[in-house]
């Protein structure tokens, strides 16, 4: 899934569950079931998401919503070759990408 949020340094979860479709508490949940998602939290513990983060969620999203992996799968399957697994994941990333701003410029012609 390629999410299209505006750069910036950090994101708040109701932006990131937005921009993945799930639900503030999908999010949360996820972050104590993956230790690769670390999220920072201000004083008042709101989360605060990098880009790092949501790259890791594209992944988590990736491997459990799009290949239909349970959680317990996308953990080993993130562990036993980790690069391979961000490899493949970075180059379908910028595949969705591609695609996104092909649609657009056709939906533009059109």
Not at 16 to 27: E, R
Not at 45 to 61: A, P, S, V, W
């Amino acid at each position: 899934m390629y999410i299209d949020l505006p750069e910036k340094r950090y994101y708040k979860i109701g932006e990131v569950a937005k921009a993945f479709g799930l639900n503030a508490s999908h999010i949360r949940f996820w972050e104590k079931e993956f230790d690769i998602l670390k999220p920072k939290k201000n004083k008042k513990g709101n989360r605060l998401f990098t880009q790092e983060d949501l790259k890791n969620l594209q992944l988590i999203y990736h491997l459990v919503k799009e290949k239909g992996f349970t959680l317990e799968g996308a953990k080993s399957k993130m562990k036993e070759n980790p690069k391979n697994i961000e490899g493949n994941h970075d180059i379908i990333m910028r595949l969705e990408k591609i695609k996104a701003e092909l649609i657009n410029i056709k939906n533009e012609i059109s």
